[in-house]
């Protein structure tokens, strides 16, 4: 039998959500049993959300917005799999400025209309840039909130790994 397969997707313009992928790769990735793929959003596609059993989607927030690139993602890649994916465990990860809750709300959106099932509440880490030099700096996420992204890719190939999703 072929064992379950966890897709990340991510986009990161600078290297928050990019670092808080890798973490939740390295915590599913310390499951046994479950085959982790982690492809930016410009490299994955409908036969890469079709393999997959479960899904991690990780990007920034932009003007209260979900980034473009992981827009363009979701816009290649949802009718493809529509009607084809419904039920499979998803989480969803954002790096955020000050807030988070608008990408994570399309994410979900998105999700629902895929009919995913979410495993866990939004992951959003808050960077706290407001000018725009800070927006425009590369991002050094702190331990804490990796620890947070390494848990929750521990927790979903878990679930997968015991065939609880």
Avoid at 12 to 17: I, N, P
Avoid at 23 to 43: I, K, M
Avoid at 68 to 93: E, H, N, T, V
Avoid at 142 to 150: E, P, T, Y
């Amino acid at each position: 039998m072929e064992c379950p397969q966890l897709l990340i997707v991510y986009h990161s313009h600078t290297d928050g959500s990019r670092q808080m992928a890798e973490a939740a790769r390295a915590g599913a990735a310390s499951q046994a049993g479950v085959d982790v793929r982690l492809l930016r959003a410009p490299d994955a596609g409908p036969a890469d959300v079709l393999a997959a059993s479960a899904y991690l989607f990780a990007c920034p927030e932009n003007l209260a917005a979900m980034s473009g690139l992981m827009k363009d993602f979701f816009d290649r890649c949802y009718y493809p799999a529509l009607d084809r994916i419904q039920g499979r465990p998803y989480a969803s990860l954002v790096c955020a400025g000050s807030d988070g809750s608008n990408a994570a709300r399309q994410m979900a959106r998105i999700a629902t209309g895929w009919r995913l099932k979410a495993i866990a509440e939004p992951l959003i880490v808050c960077t706290h840039a407001q000018t725009p030099e800070a927006i425009a700096a590369t991002k050094k996420i702190g331990a804490d909130d990796l620890q947070r992204c390494h848990a929750l890719g521990e927790a979903l190939a878990a679930g997968l790994a015991m065939g609880i999703f």
